[in-house]
Nanobody, 127 residues
Protein backbone atom coordinates (compact mmCIF):
# COMPACT_ATOMS: atom_id res chain seq x y z
CA UNK A 1 0.00 0.00 0.00
CA UNK A 2 1.21 3.50 -0.80
CA UNK A 3 -0.46 6.83 -0.12
CA UNK A 4 0.01 9.72 -2.54
CA UNK A 5 -0.57 13.42 -1.92
CA UNK A 6 -0.22 16.03 -4.66
CA UNK A 7 0.57 19.70 -4.17
CA UNK A 8 1.60 22.73 -6.17
CA UNK A 9 -1.46 23.36 -8.29
CA UNK A 10 -2.86 26.82 -8.85
CA UNK A 11 -3.76 29.53 -11.33
CA UNK A 12 -1.19 30.62 -13.90
CA UNK A 13 -1.25 32.67 -17.08
CA UNK A 14 -0.66 31.09 -20.46
CA UNK A 15 3.05 30.79 -21.14
CA UNK A 16 3.83 30.48 -17.46
CA UNK A 17 5.26 27.64 -15.42
CA UNK A 18 4.16 25.55 -12.48
CA UNK A 19 5.74 22.70 -10.54
CA UNK A 20 3.62 19.92 -9.11
CA UNK A 21 4.88 17.59 -6.42
CA UNK A 22 3.62 14.25 -5.19
CA UNK A 23 4.66 12.91 -1.79
CA UNK A 24 4.44 9.17 -1.20
CA UNK A 25 4.22 7.27 2.04
CA UNK A 26 3.82 3.63 2.88
CA UNK A 27 5.69 0.88 1.12
CA UNK A 28 9.07 1.39 -0.52
CA UNK A 29 8.77 4.21 -3.01
CA UNK A 30 11.42 2.77 -5.31
CA UNK A 31 9.18 -0.28 -5.83
CA UNK A 32 6.95 1.80 -8.07
CA UNK A 33 6.85 3.30 -11.49
CA UNK A 34 5.29 6.74 -11.08
CA UNK A 35 2.97 8.57 -13.42
CA UNK A 36 1.06 11.82 -13.78
CA UNK A 37 -2.40 11.99 -15.31
CA UNK A 38 -4.89 14.79 -15.75
CA UNK A 39 -8.61 15.15 -16.16
CA UNK A 40 -10.35 18.17 -17.59
CA UNK A 41 -14.07 18.81 -16.96
CA UNK A 42 -16.22 16.50 -19.04
CA UNK A 43 -13.24 14.55 -20.36
CA UNK A 44 -11.62 11.22 -19.65
CA UNK A 45 -8.57 11.02 -17.44
CA UNK A 46 -5.50 11.07 -19.66
CA UNK A 47 -1.86 10.16 -19.34
CA UNK A 48 0.70 12.94 -19.02
CA UNK A 49 4.07 11.46 -18.07
CA UNK A 50 5.77 8.53 -16.34
CA UNK A 51 9.16 7.71 -14.87
CA UNK A 52 10.68 4.38 -13.96
CA UNK A 53 11.97 3.52 -10.51
CA UNK A 54 15.60 4.51 -11.12
CA UNK A 55 14.81 7.59 -13.24
CA UNK A 56 16.47 5.89 -16.21
CA UNK A 57 13.43 6.14 -18.43
CA UNK A 58 10.71 8.70 -18.90
CA UNK A 59 7.72 8.79 -21.21
CA UNK A 60 5.48 11.69 -22.18
CA UNK A 61 2.21 12.27 -23.92
CA UNK A 62 2.72 14.01 -27.25
CA UNK A 63 0.67 16.96 -26.03
CA UNK A 64 3.20 17.82 -23.31
CA UNK A 65 6.47 16.61 -24.82
CA UNK A 66 9.11 19.34 -24.70
CA UNK A 67 7.10 21.40 -22.20
CA UNK A 68 6.76 19.12 -19.16
CA UNK A 69 9.47 17.26 -17.26
CA UNK A 70 8.93 14.46 -14.78
CA UNK A 71 11.49 13.67 -12.09
CA UNK A 72 11.67 11.72 -8.86
CA UNK A 73 13.73 11.62 -5.69
CA UNK A 74 13.66 8.18 -4.08
CA UNK A 75 15.42 9.48 -0.97
CA UNK A 76 12.60 11.97 -0.39
CA UNK A 77 9.79 9.77 -1.73
CA UNK A 78 8.66 12.44 -4.15
CA UNK A 79 7.86 12.72 -7.83
CA UNK A 80 7.58 16.12 -9.49
CA UNK A 81 6.13 17.46 -12.70
CA UNK A 82 7.70 20.66 -13.97
CA UNK A 83 5.31 22.32 -16.41
CA UNK A 84 6.41 25.13 -18.70
CA UNK A 85 4.90 27.05 -21.60
CA UNK A 86 1.51 26.27 -20.16
CA UNK A 87 -1.56 26.52 -22.38
CA UNK A 88 -5.23 26.96 -21.49
CA UNK A 89 -5.80 23.39 -22.69
CA UNK A 90 -3.52 22.18 -19.89
CA UNK A 91 -6.23 23.18 -17.41
CA UNK A 92 -7.24 20.07 -15.47
CA UNK A 93 -7.03 18.25 -12.19
CA UNK A 94 -3.62 16.57 -12.11
CA UNK A 95 -3.22 13.21 -10.44
CA UNK A 96 -0.16 11.32 -9.27
CA UNK A 97 -0.29 7.54 -9.67
CA UNK A 98 1.86 4.51 -8.84
CA UNK A 99 2.16 0.98 -10.14
CA UNK A 100 4.63 -1.84 -9.39
CA UNK A 101 7.92 -1.41 -11.20
CA UNK A 102 7.88 -5.01 -12.45
CA UNK A 103 5.38 -3.91 -15.10
CA UNK A 104 8.08 -1.64 -16.58
CA UNK A 105 6.49 0.63 -19.20
CA UNK A 106 3.98 -1.87 -20.49
CA UNK A 107 0.66 -0.09 -21.11
CA UNK A 108 2.13 2.92 -19.33
CA UNK A 109 -0.64 5.24 -20.57
CA UNK A 110 -3.51 3.08 -19.36
CA UNK A 111 -5.34 4.48 -16.35
CA UNK A 112 -6.35 1.07 -15.02
CA UNK A 113 -2.76 -0.18 -15.03
CA UNK A 114 -2.01 1.99 -11.97
CA UNK A 115 -2.80 0.69 -8.52
CA UNK A 116 -2.61 3.83 -6.38
CA UNK A 117 -3.83 7.39 -6.89
CA UNK A 118 -3.62 10.71 -5.15
CA UNK A 119 -6.57 13.02 -4.61
CA UNK A 120 -5.51 15.43 -7.35
CA UNK A 121 -4.51 19.07 -7.56
CA UNK A 122 -6.18 21.70 -9.74
CA UNK A 123 -4.19 23.50 -12.42
CA UNK A 124 -5.87 26.39 -14.18
CA UNK A 125 -4.21 28.20 -17.08
CA UNK A 126 -5.77 31.50 -18.07
CA UNK A 127 -5.52 32.91 -21.59
Amino acid sequence: QVQLVESGGGLVQAGGSLRLSCAASGRTFSSYTMGWFRQAPGKEREFVAAINWRSESTYYADSVKGRFTISRDNAKNTVDLQMSSLKPEDTAVYYCAARPRVRAFSAIEVVTSYDYWGQGTQVTVSS
